[in-house]
Structures are given as C-alpha cells and as structure tokens.
C-alpha cells in the first residue's frame, strides 16, 4: 500500500470563527508545529 506524506505548512486560529462557535480560551492547536511531517496510509497517522 503507497503511504501519504503531511507536512505541516502553517498552523492558525479564525479568531472570529473561535470567538462565535469556539469555547472561551481556545487557540491554535499545539499538538502541530510547522515543519512536521507524518507518513500515513489509509488510517490516521501516530500523534495526529
């Protein structure tokens, strides 16, 4: 089975989006930094 490459371009958070639909205090997601990559197949990659 071929594998996928991820990396990770830019992480973000759509304050406006966060503020109306978010909990209060969320921000970017720091489980992601750029530059990460992750190897997958057809199920969800380790730490993602």
């Known amino acids: ?3 996928v490459k991820i990396t ?7 304050k406006e989006l966060a ?3 978010g ?3 969320l ?3 720091p489980m992601h930094k ?5 190897y997958a ?3 969800k990659p380790d730490g993602f």
Do not use: F, N
Not at 8 to 14: A, E, M, R, S, Y
Not at 34 to 38: A, D, F, I, K, R
């Open 23 to 25: 909990a209060d205090g």
């Open 34 to 38: 750029v530059g990460q990559v992750y």
């Open 8 to 14: 990770v371009l830019k992480t973000t958070l759509d």
């Open 19 to 21: 503020e109306e639909y």
């Open 41 to 43: 197949d057809y199920a």
């Open 1 to 3: 089975m071929k594998k």
């Open 27 to 29: 921000e970017a997601c």
